[in-house]
């Protein structure tokens, strides 16, 4: 069974940092893109970040570009992201998928909220 | 970024319905659109790729059209596990990706 589970979330001050990670079990990280995207509960999707399979080339949305670090070990099959200089916007559940262009496999999600 | 607008937001309806949700591009995206099902408390599902190739998996009274700016995705004979919210996704770009709003589909 195809399982990614997402850890690492929590409660954090603005200004504060934190590292999610994405474990994969039943599926191979080491072959495929993988992404984070998030969501305020109740709200849409919005994509925030994408590795290659190498960790060679990585992407960010502009609301985290400078702030966030997509990383992973293809050794340990999971998928980092490292999350800096928080504000309350980034208050929201953070799903890491596979995929190349689209989101397949997904995880359940770890919830991150700022606030002081 | 590409913008995606889906409507309706809600969309109530009833078993054995067939209902339709429109999802319409901010510019041309060819073939390049996803659909996606969320539940409550779950991750979304990837329904639907290049327009109108379901996912392994999923019933053949899922179906999607389109190109270009305007898609739709219908579901023929609504069945109560359908309900849940939708989302389109464009992967014209890494522009970045950018989903639709979501509709959400309730029972009547």
Redesign the interface.
């Known amino acids: 069974e195809v399982q990614l589970v997402e850890s690492g979330g929590g409660q954090v001050q603005p200004g504060g940092s934190l590292r999610l990670s994405c474990a994969a079990s039943g599926f191979s990280i080491s072959t495929s893109w993988m992404h984070w995207l998030r969501q305020v509960p109740g709200k849409?999707?919005?994509?925030v970040s994408?590795i290659n399979s190498a960790g060679t080339t990585t992407?960010y949305?502009?609301s985290v570009k400078g702030r966030f670090t997509i990383s992973r070990d293809n050794a340990k099959n999971t998928l980092y992201l490292q999350m800096n200089s928080l504000t309350a916007e980034d208050t929201a559940l953070y799903?890491c998928a596979g995929?190349g262009?689209?989101?397949?496999p997904?995880?359940?999600?770890t919830l991150v909220t700022v606030s002081s | 970024d590409i913008q995606m607008t889906q409507s309706p937001s809600t969309l109530s309806a009833s078993v054995g319905d067939r209902v339709t949700i429109t999802c319409w591009a901010s510019q041309s995206i060819s073939r390049w659109l996803g659909w996606y099902q969320q539940k409550p408390g779950k991750a979304p599902k990837l329904l639907i790729y290049d327009v109108s190739t379901l996912e392994s998996g999923v019933p053949s009274r899922f179906s999607g059209s389109g190109f270009g700016t305007e898609f739709t995705l219908t579901i023929d004979s609504l069945q109560p596990d359908d309900f849940a919210t939708y989302y389109c996704q464009q992967y014209n770009t890494y522009s970045p990706y950018t989903f639709g709003q979501g509709t959400k589909v309730e029972i009547k």
């Open positions: 849409g999707l919005v994509w994408r992407g949305a502009d799903y995929g262009n689209l989101f397949d997904w995880g359940q999600g």
